[in-house]
């Protein structure tokens, strides 16, 4: 294994714990489609944390981000939905739906 993906790997376990902590508060907190403003606050929030990001919210329920290089050519775009559907969740998870009727399925 190369000392670059000894590297990564090293950073990818630093954040695992975090992402699934993320993760599961998104799940518990699910919200309708156009009703995600707890959740595009929260993906705002951690994106900033991040730095280097030009972050911003075109709607109240969406959330753009951008990484500016230094060099121009071609750019890779990542689009991900952020509502949840209007099902109950049965599951015994502790991170399961605190949203009555609502769910991320």
Do not use: N, Y
């Amino acid at each position: 294994m190369s000392a670059t993906d000894q590297g990564f790997q090293q950073e990818a376990a630093a954040v695992a714990e975090d992402m699934v902590r993320w993760r599961r508060h998104l799940h518990a907190h699910p919200e309708l489609s156009f009703q995600e403003h707890a959740t595009a606050k929260f993906v705002v929030d951690r994106l900033q944390e991040f730095g280097g990001l030009e972050v911003s919210t075109p709607t109240t329920t969406s959330v753009v981000a951008e990484l500016v290089g230094g060099r121009p050519g071609p750019r890779l775009a990542l689009r991900a939905d952020m509502d949840a559907l209007p099902i109950t969740e049965e599951s015994e998870f502790d991170f399961a739906s605190q949203s009555p009727g609502v769910m991320h399925a």
